[in-house]
């Protein structure tokens, strides 16, 4: 059931999928946000489903921040899970060009540090199954949608998932954040975050942010696509 957004200021958004996913994985949030007037632009990242390159994460930053370079106006970008740290690092390369940053179950990254580490095979990191992730990451994932998604999760460069990501421009903290996160609220965030030490220097050098309770699993856009639309939706219009 379709859930009715206000229309708000139109805006062009860039989304960024996660490990193993292309633009389709965007799909079922796509006509929520265009009913909201919004232009939007899901990504397809270099090298995702390729044979083994040597595409790494500044890579994909480059490539998003060249699609921010195609807007006259500031524009937006979402980031999922790994995404996150794609669209942290294109925003540290064009500041003055995003408008609002919104992590969706991801946080900003901090300097030199990569996505995290996943078993290499044949020169890229395939997909390792939904039973790889822990209960809180796909308990709202069932067996239908597991076995819909499954096929459609692709490799991804073996050096992505490892790769520190370069920050050096301290503007990235002036830029306002928004994070969705699948099952913290705002307290409970900042809680856990206290004790990531460089996260926590990262997230708390941001100058605007905020934190929203999704209430779903890792995977929104699969398991709940109009409350995931919903809330960028509302992240966009502050």
């Known amino acids: 059931m379709s859930v009715a957004l206000p229309t708000v200021d139109a805006m062009d958004v860039i989304l960024v ?14 006509p929520a946000l265009r009913e909201a007037g919004h232009r939007v632009h899901p990504l397809t990242m270099p090298g995702v489903g390729e044979p083994a390159s040597e595409i790494g994460i500044a890579d994909w930053v480059a490539a998003v921040a060249s699609r921010v370079d195609e807007f006259d106006a500031p524009v937006a970008l979402v980031g999922h899970s790994g995404g996150g740290n794609v669209v942290w690092g294109a925003t ?9 940053v919104v992590f969706v179950d991801s946080v900003p990254p901090a300097p030199g540090r990569g996505i995290s580490e996943f078993e290499v095979v044949d020169g890229v990191v395939p997909f390792p199954g939904w039973d790889h992730f822990p209960d809180e990451d796909v308990y709202d994932l069932d067996d239908a949608t597991r076995a819909r998604t499954a096929p459609l999760a692709l490799s991804v460069p073996a050096r992505v998932p490892t790769d520190p990501i370069d920050l050096t421009d301290p503007r990235r903290f002036t830029v306002p954040v928004t994070l969705l996160m699948g099952g913290l609220d705002q307290a409970s965030f900042e809680k856990a975050i206290s004790e990531w030490g460089p996260y926590a220097e990262e997230f708390g050098a941001i100058e605007d942010t ?28 502050r």
């Open 92 to 100: 540290d390369a064009r500041p003055d060009r995003i408008a609002r």
């Open 210 to 237: 905020e934190v929203v309770k999704l209430g779903t699993g890792h995977w929104p856009q699969f398991s709940k696509p109009d409350v995931l639309a919903q809330e960028i939706v509302a992240a966009l219009d």
């Open 17 to 30: 999928p996660g490990l193993w996913l292309d633009a389709a994985s965007w799909d079922a949030v796509l």
